[in-house]
């Protein structure tokens, strides 16, 4: 007998792979594994592509739409650059088109079981438990939504955000925007042109080498235009209501600040590849896989995309991260036998 709390255990196996993330590698996964004759599920804390869906309303992706596309489906753009939107309408079309099964806004609290036997436990927002049975499971949970965290008093404040939307609301106010790369520059320029004033914050003395090719151009003359004021070897000390502080070579001071965008870039979940066993790298927090089949220390549990990389998410975007469904799905069925656990790799490689 089961509580109205708690839904009843699907029959083992129900699932050959379970793939936690729903972003565009985690959907690659779960196509892969579907075009190879297995039954896979696909869960998440959020929407689909829930990291996307947190973008800028009106960024354009870096690559070009053949980059991005999974399951031999065709991204059609309007122009050269895929756009959020177009991202998102061709992410839901390829899970629609594969029929994926989904369970979205659950958030993976434990796996437990073991190789051939596992259990996916989750949580979602209304406080329900369910229960899923998996044989394999691939980790895909990407790295956006753990920001990187300026570790200053005032950080929690409602007037603090790790992530831009839009302009609009910050129409002649003071803003501040901390960070140096893309979603800093991006978020400085959008702010500028909805008419906010922007001070751009970055600890380093210039902006970031990896801009894109078509902002760097324009932050830098808004910079040298007095259009964006930046102040570069700067470092935040704290946040108060309406001001931030700061200090640098010229020592400290205090700027008025309606609202704070602590763009300092995202990690992945570290705390939940440990909870389940997987062993990390203690300098750059990479999981310990064989990169033939990318299985982890803990035979059945595979891991794709970004956290592949550990705290060197710059080295795994969409465009490479898509491939490693094939690689998994690969490795399972390349004898036609998913009941054997491939070769792991030993502690550190």
Excluded at 292 to 321: Q, R, W
Aim: hydrophobic letters at 40%.
């Amino acid at each position: 007998m089961t509580s109205d709390h708690h839904r009843s255990l699907p029959a083992p196996g129900a699932y050959e792979v379970v793939c936690i993330g729903a972003g565009p590698t985690g959907l690659a996964c779960a196509i892969e594994a579907k075009r190879a004759g297995l039954r896979p599920l696909v869960i998440d804390k959020g929407a689909l592509c829930n990291s996307l869906l947190h973008y800028p309303v009106n960024m354009l992706f870096f690559t070009t739409p053949e980059r991005m596309e999974i399951g031999d489906l065709p991204l059609v753009t309007l122009g050269g650059k895929p756009s959020r939107t177009e991202a998102l309408k061709y992410y839901r079309r390829a899970a629609e088109h594969y029929c994926l099964e989904t369970q979205l806004y659950q958030r993976v609290s434990h796996i437990r079981g073991s190789y051939g036997a596992f259990v996916i436990e989750t949580l979602d927002e209304g406080g329900l438990r369910r229960e899923y049975a998996g044989r394999r499971v691939i980790i895909a949970t990407g790295y956006y939504d753990l920001p990187n965290r300026l570790g200053v008093p005032g950080e929690d404040l409602p007037q603090v955000s790790h992530y831009f939307n839009e302009a609009h609301p910050y129409w002649n106010q003071d803003v501040v925007v901390v960070g140096g790369k893309n979603s800093a520059a991006e978020a400085a320029l959008d702010l500028f042109r909805g008419g906010a004033r922007v001070t751009l914050v970055h600890r380093g003395a210039e902006m970031g080498k990896s801009l894109k090719y078509w902002v760097k151009p324009d932050i830098e003359n808004r910079i040298r235009a007095g259009e964006i004021r930046a102040l570069f070897s700067t470092q935040v000390t704290r946040i108060e209501p309406g001001r931030v502080f700061l200090k640098n070579g010229g020592g400290e001071k205090v700027i008025a600040a309606m609202h704070v965008f602590a763009l300092s870039g995202y990690h992945p979940d570290f705390e939940f590849l440990e909870q389940q066993g997987i062993r990390l790298d203690p300098v750059t927090r990479r999981p310990a896989i064989d990169p033939e089949t990318l299985e982890t220390n803990v035979p059945g549990i595979y891991v794709a995309g970004v956290v592949v990389g550990g705290m060197l998410t710059s080295e795994i975007f969409i465009e490479n991260g898509r491939f490693h469904g094939r690689q998994i799905i690969a490795a399972m069925t390349g004898k036609g036998k998913i009941d054997e656990p491939a070769p792991v790799a030993p502690p550190g490689e």
